[in-house]
């Protein structure tokens, strides 16, 4: 059975019946001229009719391609048997319960400008009845003070800022590391 040119081209449309194909070929039917490129394309064309007519013939193409298919199921699935990446989430860990001595709680806030999450809003609270704790300054006496009850100790508790929020990411770093060992 002899097939003209464009029989042929039909053919291995319909055969790879690849959308992209026949978008190529929908382009360059309705773009008239790009000769180079239009004689690439009816190389590749061509190139493609005589795989598909000539020496390879269609089922070991089809073999080929399920097998590749085989190949990437059993790989997913054997991916998806590795022990799953760390799952502690560490935008979950807000509060702690003994932080120097205290429970406190805090936020994420991303910040762009850093290109990183920063801990904000940290509060300490009371230790009698888990109110916030707040700093006071009365005449040269600095102390810490509970906003409902009667606590108070000498200082401040939010003095050294720096301290807790590197507590707070040497607690995630632990608590990363455990996951991540335990799994
Ligand atoms: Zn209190």
Known sequence: MALSR???ITLVAAIISSPILTLVIDFFRSVPIFSTIKSAYYW???LLVSILTYNIQLWIVLVILIVIIVALGIYGNAD??????SQFNFLNYTTDNNIAGFKWTWTYEFS???NRYIISEVKAYCPNCDSPLR????FLNEHTECIRCDYQRPGNVYGD???IESLIIDNITRMSRANVSGS
């Open 6 to 8: 464009n029989e042929k």
């Open 161 to 163: 800022m720096h301290r």
């Open 135 to 138: 700093f006071k300054n009365d």
């Open 80 to 85: 998806s048997n590795k022990p799953k990446a």
């Open 112 to 114: 762009n400008e850093k």
């Open 44 to 46: 590749t064309v061509d």
